[in-house]
């Protein structure tokens, strides 16, 4: 007989486990429609942070590695610990050529990295997969002292039209939505908890133009976007494509955008 327990993390290695699924298969596209972060904000790391030469990261659920390569361009050492094979893949193919690059076969709860190695966790639009407990006990465990972990997403304006109009789209054709950013809010109770002693909240512009093939192939990187074998695919396309043309200007369709960062200590 299963204890209460036991069922529990049972249902957690389950969940984890679709978690990883969700992206298999979209390594491709999400390589080259997914943007990258707010030039700034890598510059708050370097000049604030002094994440630069010398220094070691740990950018954990790394996917692609669209993060990653920004850290590397600082000149940062970087394991880029990914569970999805797909993601992981595509990350050594773009990145190889960076000697501070290290692909890790990881996870959230399990980065197989040395105990206080790295001066930074970074996690950019992932933290929505983690189980932040065991997030957070492994932060702690590969942190150097007085290391920081970083939390960054891409956070639409939710006000904007287009993106109101995208949202409904999405409501529409896509069971998994929940939202965008993993329905993250800017102070959402997870990233509250996970930080006990608190946090700094950075915010930096970054509009991001797309055209129209972009914001379809943006679209469907998404973990929620169905896949080219369900029979609602083509209509969910068209119905993207009709939302670029509502709003495009000059072939070009402006989605408000911020990079987001949010860092504390988790000692």
């Known amino acids: 007989m299963r204890t209460k327990t036991g069922s529990l993390s049972q249902e957690r290695r389950v969940l984890a486990l679709d978690n990883i699924s969700k992206f298999t298969g979209k390594g491709g596209v999400y390589q080259q429609y997914r943007p990258d972060y707010a030039a700034d904000a890598l510059l708050y790391l370097k000049e604030q942070l002094g994440i630069g030469p010398g220094a070691a990261v740990a950018d954990v659920g790394s996917g692609t590695g669209i993060f990653t390569r920004q850290l590397l361009l600082l000149g940062a050492i970087v394991f880029a610990v990914e569970p999805n094979p797909d993601m992981r893949v595509e990350a050594e193919r773009q990145l190889a ?35 932040p407990a065991a997030f957070r006990q492994e932060c702690r465990r590969i942190l150097k002292p007085n290391g920081k972990v970083l939390l960054v997403w891409n956070q639409r304006d939710q006000s904007s039209p287009v993106n109101q109009v995208s949202k409904a789209v999405f409501a529409e054709y896509c069971p998994d939505f929940k939202g965008f950013s993993g329905a993250m809010s800017q102070r959402d109770a997870r990233i509250e908890n996970f930080f006990p002693n608190g946090y700094e909240l950075l915010q930096f512009a970054y509009p991001i133009y797309y055209s129209r093939e972009g914001y379809i192939g943006r679209s469907l ?10 029979p ?14 509502q709003f495009q200007q ?3 369709l402006l989605l408000s955008n911020t990079t987001v960062f949010h860092l504390g200590s988790v000692h």
């Open 97 to 131: 050529a960076f000697p501070g690059f290290h692909s890790i076969a990881g996870r959230d709860s399990g980065t197989t990295l040395p105990d206080q190695s790295v001066n930074l966790v970074s996690a950019a639009q992932a933290f929505h997969w983690f189980e």
């Open 250 to 252: 000059d072939g070009k």
């Open 232 to 245: 609602r695919y083509e209509p969910f396309v068209t119905a993207l494509g009709q939302v670029f043309d």
């Open 221 to 230: 990187s998404a973990s929620y976007a169905i896949l080219p074998d369900n």
